[in-house]
């Protein structure tokens, strides 16, 4: 077998050499190419994900305050209608009770005596009526019923001993008892709740 030459020898390893440097040039330029490719890609995935969980995150943030909103409106509703109800109660209960101390008047008698005539005139066609008072104005009751019938000039009122469930004011029935007229001072304080309810709400 002939000798090689030393020369053609190096010549042969430099091209094999060469040739791995390019191969291996090109691997690494295709390697670079596919990663940032797949980087790329991964980006655009990850972006992608990104935008879905913020849209996400921004509908539940908006939807959350939404429902604070009108949790808010709902609670500032509340309390505004428990303040109403509660200012027209301690209204009604003022009024209730400067009725209750009408007793103290000079003039309750006469008082109690203009109701029962108003409440008479309220049951036309009566042959004959009842006035019933509360227990505390039963010893009013005779002559209340006396100066009502006198003032009437028509039906008879007699007076019924057996108190009325009531903190003053009268009640005033027919003699069958079918029908009557609730004077008292509950009565009253409830007639004028709606006009009190108005008036408060005008002023609040």
């Given at each position: 077998m002939?000798?090689?030459?030393?020369?053609?020898?190096?010549?042969?390893q430099n091209i094999i050499l060469e040739h791995a440097n390019q191969q291996r040039a090109a691997l690494a330029t295709d390697a670079r190419k596919e990663a940032e490719a797949w980087l790329s890609k991964e980006m655009a995935k990850l972006e992608r994900e990104t935008s879905v969980v913020l849209a996400d995150a921004k509908s539940r943030a908006e939807d959350i305050h939404r429902r604070q909103i009108l949790s808010a409106e709902r609670e500032k509703s509340t309390e505004a209608l428990r303040q109403q109800n509660r200012l027209l109660n301690e209204a009604l209960k003022r009024f209730q009770d400067g009725l209750v101390r009408l007793r103290e008047r000079g003039d309750y008698e006469k008082i109690l005596t203009a109701l029962a005539i108003e409440s008479a005139r309220l049951l036309p066609g009566a042959a004959a009526m009842r006035l019933k008072l509360s227990a505390i104005d039963a010893h009013l009751g005779p002559s209340v019923?006396?100066?009502a019938t006198r003032k009437l000039s028509g039906p008879a009122m007699a007076f019924d001993?057996?108190?009325?469930?009531?903190?003053g004011g009268c009640w005033?029935?027919?003699?069958?008892?079918?029908?009557?007229?609730?004077?008292?001072?509950?009565?009253?304080?409830?007639?004028?709740?709606?006009t009190?309810?108005?008036?408060?709400?005008?002023l609040l």
């Open positions: 002939t000798d090689i030459p030393n020369e053609k020898i190096t010549a042969l019923a006396s100066e001993p057996d108190p009325a469930p009531i903190i005033v029935a027919s003699e069958d008892g079918r029908r009557q007229i609730n004077a008292d001072w509950q009565s009253r304080t409830q007639e004028m709740a709606d009190l309810a108005d008036r408060l709400l005008s």
